[in-house]
């Protein structure tokens, strides 16, 4: 992740990018603009974007694209899965009352 001095998202850096531009300035070997997410948007979305666009990992940011923090696939997917199972049994309890 490349960011300036106020954390603001300015490109990614991945393996073949570093390996490439050994002796290149980062701004000319990194991928500028990445897609970010905004801390509200619910985990399950982001667990299906990030699937469906095979992403292992995708940073956060505040709307002024101040980094906040780096989400990883596997903890949205587990997170997003424990949610959807703990709706579904507090479902299931609320018709088993009825």
């Known amino acids: 992740m490349v960011v300036n001095d106020e954390r603001v998202v300015l490109g990614l850096l991945r393996a073949e ?12 070997v990194m991928r500028p603009g990445p897609s970010t997410f905004r801390p509200h948007v ?11 666009h095979d992403l292992l990992t995708s940073p956060v940011t505040t709307s002024d694209g101040r980094l906040v923090g780096l ?3 596997e903890d949205a997917a587990r997170v997003a899965l424990e949610q959807t199972r703990a709706r579904q049994a507090d479902h299931e309890a609320a ?4």
């Open 95 to 98: 018709h088993d009352t009825h």
């Open 71 to 73: 989400l990883r696939r």
């Open 17 to 28: 990018e570093l390996q490439r531009g050994q002796d290149e300035p980062i701004e000319r």
């Open 42 to 52: 619910p985990i399950e979305e982001l667990a299906h974007h990030m699937i469906h």
